[in-house]
């Protein structure tokens, strides 16, 4: 199923290093989210962007930066990241008056050293 | 108390058999609930959404009690496929935008041959 798609897979990073995760959905979807994914701790909304617009950000630090061009794609873009950043990160999107209904992608399982 | 909490499990039952996961939600006011499911490294896909009293799909069924703010997901005559994570999912619109799922940390669930 490609239906939302991440890339990387899996990344290491150190803490002063700089990159990006990559989301891009082929749904026709026009509301796409970020959420993080800790072990023992339930899933938690990051981002929310509808029609490229971001309608919420649920306290995140700022060494996250969200950015969406268009309402296919969607990045999470990190830098100076903490070691208790290592989590799954998933991307979701949902249909228009469907927001509830969400698609997830496979994540991107993040290590920060 | 949390604002979705589910019992952790794990629950090891037999094939065949009936099982029940339930999770109970703080905010009287939410008005959407899903259940997902989630297998081990992979992402959470939607299994059931629940909007009025109940919603049965096959083998399963999910029951809404509003008054004491909790829904459940029965699983009949469970499968060795049936093995793995569900996530209750809450969406508490309080004034936030549509699609702020609120998620439990998941029941895992075994089941055995």
């Known amino acids: 199923e490609t239906g939302v798609t991440q890339t990387p897979r899996h990344l290491v990073m150190g803490m002063t290093n700089k990159k990006s995760l990559k989301c891009e959905q082929h749904l026709g979807h026009n509301a796409m989210y970020w959420y993080k994914q800790s072990a023992k701790k339930p899933l938690e909304l990051m981002f929310v962007?509808?029609?490229?617009?971001?309608?919420e950000n649920n306290s995140v630090p700022s060494r996250f930066s969200p950015e969406c061009p268009n309402s296919s794609h969607l990045f999470l873009h990190l830098h100076t990241l903490q070691p208790e950043d290592s989590a799954l990160y998933l991307c979701a999107s949902s249909p228009w008056g469907e927001e509830d209904t969400q698609y997830f992608g496979p994540g991107t399982r993040l290590t920060v050293l | 108390r949390k604002e979705v909490e589910q019992d952790p499990g794990p629950f090891n039952v037999p094939e065949g058999a009936t099982v029940a996961f339930n999770c109970t939600y703080s905010n009287s006011a939410s008005q959407s609930f899903f259940w997902y499911r989630q297998d081990c490294r992979k992402e959470p896909k939607l299994l059931m959404s629940?909007?009025?009293s109940g919603n049965e799909d096959g083998r399963f069924t999910a029951q809404l009690n509003r008054a004491s703010q909790y829904i459940s997901l029965l699983i009949r005559d469970s499968k060795l496929s049936d093995s793995a994570t569900y996530l209750c999912a809450v969406n508490p619109i309080y004034g936030g935008s549509q699609g702020n799922l609120i998620f439990g940390k998941g029941t895992k669930l075994s089941v055995k041959p």
């Open positions: 629940v909007y009025s």
């Open positions: 962007y509808n029609f490229k617009e971001q309608t």
